[in-house]
């Protein structure tokens, strides 16, 4: 699986971006989806993840905030951004996981995932 993201961009605080991951290829129900970021001199983390549109999880930092979809038709996982803040600044990454049930969710951590896109900047002032 290839995935490929795209969206990023800089944004004054408030502002909103819509980031996309386009998969090469893609069995709903068959992958395990996660938004990660990484600030510079910082770890990755989980933002969001994706198991089906009623398994969604959200990290605390994002929650109310960040909303996380999919276009069946396009094999695109969207991360609508709003109300962003600088400490969002930070290059975003979309990644998937084998999945057969079970959990989905950030406490797999970065190392769990299996196929990662090569990444988008976000930055907001």
């Known amino acids: 699986v290839q995935l490929v993201e795209s969206g990023g961009g800089a944004v004054q605080a408030g502002g909103t971006l819509r980031l996309s991951c386009v998969a090469s290829?893609?069995?709903?129900?068959?992958?395990?989806m996660g938004w990660f970021r990484q600030a510079p001199g910082r770890e990755r983390e989980g933002v969001a993840s994706f198991a089906n549109e009623r398994e969604i999880i959200y990290a605390d930092s994002v929650k109310g905030r960040f909303i996380v979809s999919r276009d069946d038709n396009k094999n695109t996982l969207y991360l609508q951004m709003n109300s962003l803040k600088p400490e969002d600044t930070a290059m975003y990454y979309c990644a998937a996981k084998h999945y057969r049930g079970g959990y989905c969710g950030l406490n797999l951590g970065p190392a769990a995932f299996d196929y990662w896109g090569q990444g988008t900047q976000v930055t907001v002032s």
């Open positions: 290829r893609y069995y709903y129900g068959s992958f395990c």
